[in-house]
Structures are given as structure tokens and as C-alpha cells.
């Protein structure tokens, strides 16, 4: 089972607090610590570790960041040959505040916002021999629309997570294989309540609720898949996990019912601990 994600690679700087500061409010941090990011280098290291075979099609600087982030592909097994590096941009970079609740998430795009149509046709043959292609909207959407136009010409599956939100044109969604927004993405994208989105868009639009599970319409009724019940640690890679987990089972032709619940049960796991990568769950920890 063969996965191509392109989109955003980033370091997360991730500041641990109590509670979040009002605005013109100064609190103390309890932690500092950085680590690899970004919803595309998190979606492939998610299937990575669930024993997919993935490559990644991104942009880094030619910096220190730059340099922790291809290593740490290598040490997980993401292929990084699609990665290219850049001069005069920095790497993307994410700093994440986290509290005992929630967690609030800024994005500054550096290399991302270099990935273009080249990075697609360069890395053309990856994307025939995929079994899937993930993308998510922290890369130029003139790219994405490209690699929409690529899979529909290729016949390839194609998921895409749109985070964070940035309006598209709805005629998209007849290149899109499988959309996957949360509720606030979702009601931003298509102005409607999720029961009508999702009937008038069966098998294909996958709402993620956090705690909440997932929902989806099969054509005939909605379904709902519960998440398991859990201590929830940090939410940070649930999003991310839950997309990775669902193309490992897309990539194997599973019935779309079976993939969703296994990203559900890959989610819930994931926020057991803290991090984005580093929290995600191995295959063995989910069989």
C-alpha cells in the first residue's frame, strides 16, 4: 500500500501553560520543547507507523529546522526524495500553545507556500504508482487544484483534509475522493448543517467530531462511528492521526465503514499522550 502526501512540513514549537492569556494578558509557560510538524509531514508519519509505504512531496529551507525535518523522515522511513530544500526562505514553523483543555495553533508557512505545479510533475511517477495521494491547505491551493486535476486525469484516490480552512470552489468536489473537515470546516465551506452536507454528498464528505467520533452518510442512512471513551492528554496529531490511519485502510480497499473506525480508534489513541508524532500509535497498538 503505496501513500503520497503533499503538503506542509514544520517545526512545532510547543509551549506548555495552565490556561490561555486573555488578550494584553501575560502568563508563565511550564514548558518549552520543539518537534517535527505540520498536517502533512503528520498525516505521513501517521501512516507511516500504521506499516504504509509513504512518500512525501513538500518544501524545507536550507536551516537548522530544515535539517531536523528531513532527518526525522528518515528516521521514521517517510521517503523525502519529493522534498525540496530552498535558499533564502525558512522552513515552515508552528508554534502550538497548549493547556490542561485545548490547544490553540499559529502557522507561519515559510517553504510551504513554495510547493507548486514543478513539485508535482517532478514527482509524477510517485504519484502513479500511489495507492492514495494526500493533501491538506497549508500548501498554495493553485497547487492543490493542480494536483486535483492531476489524480482525476490519473484515476488516483485522493483525500483531502481542508485545514486549515480556506474557501474553494465547490466544483472541487467532483475531483475529491474523500473530504474530511471537523464542524467548524465544514459549516465554513459549504454554509449548510452537517446532515445535509453529508446526504448530499454520501461516501465522500467524513465529518471528524473529536470526542465526538465521526460521521459520514453511505447513501442510505448517516452513520456514526463513537470514539472509545479516553483521558484526553492533548489533542494536538488527533486530526492528523485519524487522516493518516484512514488512508492506510483506503490504500488497502477497505470497506469505507472499517477505514473510518480505524481512524477513529488511531485518533482516539493519539491523544493518550503529548505531541503530534511522537503521540501517534503503532499498528500494534491498535489490533
Not at 509513504?54 to 536550507?62: D, F, N, Q, R, T
Not at 484516490?157 to 474553494?168: D, L, S, T
Request: charged letters at 20%; glycine letters at 8%; proline letters at 5%.
Amino acid at each position: 500500500m503505496k501513500i503520497v502526501v503533499v503538503g506542509s512540513i514544520n517545526a512545532d514549537l510547543m509551549v506548555q501553560m495552565d490556561q490561555f492569556p486573555q488578550v494584553g494578558e501575560t502568563v508563565l509557560g511550564k514548558d518549552f520543547s520543539i518537534h517535527p510538524g505540520g498536517k502533512g509531514a503528520n498525516q505521513a508519519v501517521a501512516a507511516k507507523k500504521l506499516q504504509a509505504e509513504v512518500s512525501m512531496i513538500g518544501c524545507v529551507g536550507e536551516d537548522a529546522h530544515g535539517d531536523y525535518l528531513l532527518a526525522n523522515f528518515q528516521n521514521v522511513g517517510v521517503n523525502v526524495e519529493g522534498v525540496r530544500r530552498i535558499s533564502n526562505v525558512p522552513s515552515g514553523v508552528a508554534p502550538i500553545f497548549i493547556s490542561s483543555q485545548d490547544n490553540m495553533i499559529v502557522v507561519v508557512p515559510g517553504a510551504n507556500h513554495k510547493v507548486s505545479k514543478e513539485d508535482i510533475d517532478a514527482n509524477i511517477q510517485k504519484i502513479k504508482e500511489a495507492d492514495v495521494i494526500m493533501t491538506q491547505f497549508e500548501i498554495p491551493m493553485e497547487t492543490i487544484d493542480y494536483l486535483l486535476d492531476k489524480c482525476d486525469d490519473l484515476g488516483k484516490m485522493i483525500i483531502v483534509n481542508p485545514a486549515p480552512y480556506q474557501p474553494f470552489d465547490l466544483e472541487w468536489m467532483r475531483r475529491i475522493t474523500f473530504l474530511t473537515p471537523n464542524q467548524v470546516e465544514l459549516e465554513k465551506i459549504f454554509q449548510k448543517d452537517k446532515e445535509s452536507v453529508l446526504r448530499h454528498y454520501p461516501n465522500q464528505v467524513i465529518l471528524t467530531a473529536g470526542e465526538d467520533g465521526a460521521y459520514f452518510h453511505d447513501g442510505f442512512n448517516m452513520v456514526h462511528i463513537e470514539a472509545d471513551k479516553t483521558e484526553v492528554v492533548d489533542t494536538t496529531g488527533a486530526g492528523d492521526t485519524f487522516n493518516g490511519a484512514l488512508a492506510t485502510l483506503i490504500a488497502q480497499r477497505k470497506p469505507l465503514n472499517e477505514a473510518v473506525a480505524f481512524a477513529v480508534k488511531a485518533a482516539s489513541c493519539a491523544v493518550k499522550k503529548r505531541g503530534a508524532q511522537s503521540a501517534m500509535p503503532t499498528l500494534e497498538e491498535l489490533v
